[in-house]
């Protein structure tokens, strides 16, 4: 009789939470036709980026970096938007490997970028973004043991910034100022060994929104 009862516990349990499942993804298909309607309709607000930032390079193989870069995408909310862009980076040697004196190097960064503003588009507020993507770099660079080869990178960017409306008319229009970390994953080709390794640096980046 336990058993029975246990079984019977168990079918009810079951068959519950297979609704509650089943309720769910129906919610989720149903909300799939309005995420993309406004890009069906033509509705999504164009906007543009335009940033320049410097960042440092942390541990023993840094490198230090000076960006320019231009974002292009839409707007699907007030609060977001989604595009793509990219950059020129210039790769600065912060150190003398081999006791030689080397010239710096571009890297050309191509992206997909997420922001989400935090806040009315009118007044002060936050924008949280993030690149995710790949940088090619044209030549092989210094690193403190070894050096980047001329592979491509696996490319990840987010930055915290805070925007200032500069036109009451326009409010899309802003000047972010924020700081960000960069990680950039590469093919390393060391003294004594190859593999892939890890570049980390943080910065300062201003840019203008339009």
Not at 15 to 42: D, H, K, M
Not at 109 to 114: E, G, S, T
Not at 141 to 154: A, Y
Request: aromatic fraction near 16%.
């Amino acid at each position: 009789m336990n058993q029975l009862k246990r079984l019977i516990l168990i079918l009810v349990t079951s068959l519950s939470f297979t609704v509650i499942v089943n309720a769910q993804f129906y919610e989720i298909a149903n909300q799939i036709p309005r995420l993309f309607s406004p890009a069906l309709s033509g509705s999504f607000k164009y906007k543009g980026y335009f940033e320049a930032s410097y960042l440092k390079g942390l541990g023993e193989e840094r490198i230090d970096f000076v960006d320019i870069s231009t974002t292009q995408g839409f707007r699907y909310a007030n609060w977001m938007f989604m595009g793509v862009g990219t950059g020129v980076d210039i790769m600065l040697p912060s150190v003398d490997f081999q006791h030689h004196n080397y010239d710096p190097a571009i890297m050309v960064p191509l992206y997909a970028d997420f922001r989400f503003l935090i806040g009315n588009q009118s007044k002060v507020g936050v924008n949280i973004d993030l690149r995710v993507g790949a940088a090619f770099t044209f030549d092989s660079f210094p690193t403190n043991n070894g050096w980047i080869t001329n592979e491509e990178c696996f490319y990840l960017r987010p930055s915290f910034s805070v925007r200032f409306p500069i036109n009451k008319n326009k409010p899309k229009q802003a000047i972010n100022v924020g700081f960000t970390y960069q990680l950039l994953i590469s093919d390393w080709s060391g003294t004594y060994w190859d593999n892939n390794k890890d570049f980390n640096s943080i910065g300062a980046t201003i840019g203008f929104e339009w």
